[in-house]
């Protein structure tokens, strides 16, 4: 699974820091994030088959933020 860029993206988080991959973004003013990614044709198979998705998110020790997985492009009803 790796982040796509997007027509709508305006921003690259860890564009310069090795450790992380580049994550094309679009952040809006409100402080909404958004990204795109795209699974190999094994991850879709196996995410066909059981149906399991799992997040990881590095908070570094500060609060969880919420999360929101989609299907749909969020753009789509803008």
């Known amino acids: 699974m790796k982040p796509i860029k997007f027509k709508e ?9 090795t450790q992380y991959l580049p994550l094309p973004a679009y952040k809006s003013c409100e402080g909404e994030v958004i990204s795109c990614w795209r699974l190999t044709w094994r ?10 998705i799992w997040i990881r998110v590095l908070t570094f020790g500060n609060p969880l933020q919420p999360l929101l997985p989609e299907i749909d492009s969020p753009f789509l009803n803008k």
């Open 9 to 17: 993206s305006n921003i690259v988080f860890a564009e310069n820091q």
């Open 43 to 52: 991850e879709r198979l196996k995410v066909l088959l059981d149906g399991e």
